[in-house]
């Protein structure tokens, strides 16, 4: 027999298909600090919120399932220290947050941030100008500034930081738009089918120079900490966009701001902030090139259903003595 204790409790469905696993499993889902005190004594695996009270007083504990993808904010010396597994629930979000990072793209590809604002004020206005503007008489036989305004996807290259499933998922998403697609990693050493040879992290700078997208994609470690600085930015070209639906952390907000207000790089397309909520004064919020979103790039209702399969399955892998289906890296925070 193995027990799983569940603090903070969960709600009875997915109680009910957690108890439903194996007659091995005894399940304590539990409310309360004090009654989580007493069943972690003997409890084999956990699952919720630990702390270092809860971790001082296990005696069996070999297993922690982290609720989130997210371990910064998780993990501590203790935690760390300890012999147990730490799995987390990273994979749920690929499909949807390419799907934001695309959004990002084809909105500056296309000035649709730009468009919006003046649809705000009835204004009809071709981003470029309307001098040199196809019409009737003349055709699009030569090339305009309203053309040279917009870009062409394909004509494009989108470098990604980042290559895990989320990185990957934003690469296959670009290749499918017809973009030319390269990606930095630490580990990951190819996208199958998108992009041969994913490079190692030292040569950030020369995805950085090649780039007209740059995609954060990467989680929130001690390496990838204020990775973003004014040298980085100085890396991109001038007409190059910032995405980061990575962690904001990564990013040094003041210095990704001065880039922006310098005209270092061209705009900025920002889920995720260094300080969140971003303050209402933050001069973000009135640039023209920077397209802001709340933190929801991963809002999907298809992510809570592969959260519960995610933890179904880990806790089958734990009774099987079987590897993890996500198994982390408690010193690197993923």
Known sequence: MKKLLIYPAIDSTRLSRIQEISDQLIVCNVSELSAALTEIKDADAFFGKMTPELLAVAENLQWVQSPTASLEHYVFPELVDHPCQLTNMRGLFYDV??????????????????????????????????????????GPGQVSEVDCSHLHLSDCTLGVVGAGSIGAEICRRAAAFGMQVCAVDPLAREVPGVVEEVWNVDRLNDLLSISDFVVIAAPHTPQTEKLF??????????????????????????????????????????????????????????????????????????????????????????????????????????
Request: one cysteine or more; glycine letters at 6%.
């Open 97 to 138: 947050i390419a799907d934001h990072v695309m959004g990002f793209v084809i909105c500056f590809a296309r000035n649709l941030h730009r468009y919006i604002r003046q649809q705000t004020k009835s204004n009809w206005k071709p981003i470029g100008g309307v001098a040199g503007k196809p019409n009737f008489v003349t």
């Open 229 to 334: 600085r004014t040298v980085q930015f100085q890396q991109m070209k001038s007409t190059g966009y910032l995405i980061n639906i990575g962690r904001g952390a990564i990013v040094d907000l003041p210095d990704l701001t001065a880039a922006l207000q310098n005209g270092e790089i061209a705009g900025a397309g920002l889920d995720v902030f260094e300080i969140e909520p971003l303050p209402a004064e933050h001069p973000l919020w009135q640039m023209e090139n920077v397209i802001i979103t709340p933190h929801i790039a991963a809002a999907s209702t298809r992510v809570p259903e592969r959260h519960l399969e995610t933890l179904l399955e880990n806790i089958r892998c734990f009774l099987a003595d079987k590897p993890f289906l996500t198994p982390a890296d408690k010193q690197n925070w993923f």
